[in-house]
């Protein structure tokens, strides 16, 4: 009867556990964006939060936290509660360029996060304005090399401020550097003539690149974009340059497996589906789906390789 009586209270105790995992979510998420609302991030965000809306039948809110090249919203998040309830909408520089670049990182970009999934890829695009007297990544170089030009990128430390360090190194032209809190005000400045040039995700370009306020001459890729089939890449023309955006899913160090579980599961079905991905590829972007295990891998390769080539670009944020 004691041997009962102690069965009955072992899932007593156990079994709110249970019932936890498998009832998750049983309230609104929090998503955190950590850029201005508007930008890329924010709109692979809110494309997320839909179909996880709709998979697991609770409201995920879209919440804009910019600020330090994504390092507020990453931030908070990385104090968050690691319950499931407090995700983070991310992207690479807060994680891995951020702390290679500050002498005192306010996180650990990798070991205080759980990887749920890398979700997409965008690629940059090189951008003029229309002041530019430019066709061509060629006859770019050639008007650097006669005065100083401005590059606008979303942030010190992100992929948009690598490409155009890159683009110097290899073009051998000198640029500044002009950061902005996210991409929509460097796009503002560069059709105002304040800003020469950018290395912005094809994502936010692709609406000005279509009305012709701006142009395309190089996209800094591998392969061309379905989105800009006629844009050359960098390659194509002489300038080697690969950079671009990852957008994953993170939570808290501590998020439970079962947790990280639902959310994956729920988002790859959303993925998979032909018109979201029809949709997202029609903005420039592409899914490239890593489970848990192969993000985190990766996430440790990026540090690898930006560690080993800022000891050429010499990229300092403090």
């Known amino acids: 009867m004691k041997k009962i009586l102690r069965m009955f209270l072992f899932l007593i105790g156990v079994c709110p556990l249970f019932s936890g995992a498998q009832t998750y979510p049983d309230r609104p998420v929090k998503m955190i964006v950590p850029y201005p609302a508007g930008g890329p991030a924010d709109q692979i965000a809110r494309e ?3 179909g996880l809306s709709q998979a697991l039948g609770q409201t995920f809110v879209i919440e804009a936290k910019g600020g330090g090249s994504g390092v507020i919203g990453t931030g908070f998040v990385a104090k968050a509660a690691p319950d499931g309830y407090t995700l983070l909408a ?3 520089a807060p994680h891995i360029a951020v702390p290679i670049f500050s002498s005192n990182p306010p996180f650990d970009g990798i070991k205080e996060f759980v990887p749920i999934l890398m979700m997409i890829d965008v690629p940059n ?8 007297q430019a066709n061509t990544v060629k006859e770019f170089i050639a008007l650097a090399k006669t005065k100083t030009l401005t590059y606008g990128s979303s942030g010190t430390g992100s992929s948009t401020h690598l490409a155009g360090e890159i683009f110097q190194l290899e073009a051998n032209v000198k640029m500044t ?3 902005y809190k996210g991409a929509s005000p ?5 059709l105002g003539g304040h800003v020469d040039v950018s290395f912005l995700n094809v994502s936010a370009m692709l ?5 012709g306020k701006l142009r395309a001459i190089g996209l800094s890729a591998q392969t061309r974009s379905k989105a800009l089939p006629d844009v050359p890449t960098l ?15 993170l939570a808290p160090a501590g998020t439970p497996d079962s947790v990280v579980r639902v959310l994956y599961d729920a988002s790859v079905k959303y993925f ?5 991905r029809a949709r997202v590829e029609a903005v420039g972007s592409e899914i490239k789906m890593l489970n848990p295990q192969q993000f985190l891998a990766a996430l440790n390769e990026e540090k690898r390789q930006l560690t080993e080539l800022n000891k050429i670009l010499n990229i300092k944020m403090d």
């Open 272 to 276: 998979a589906q032909p018109e979201v």
């Open 207 to 211: 609406p000005h690149l279509k009305s």
């Open 90 to 92: 991310g992207s690479g």
């Open 186 to 190: 460097v796009v503002n400045d560069m």
């Open 235 to 249: 390659g194509e023309q002489g300038v080697p340059g690969n950079t671009g955006s990852w957008y994953g899913l």
């Open 48 to 50: 997320l939060a839909n």
């Open 177 to 179: 550097h002009v950061p």
């Open 125 to 132: 695009v090189m951008v003029i304005g229309p002041h530019i």
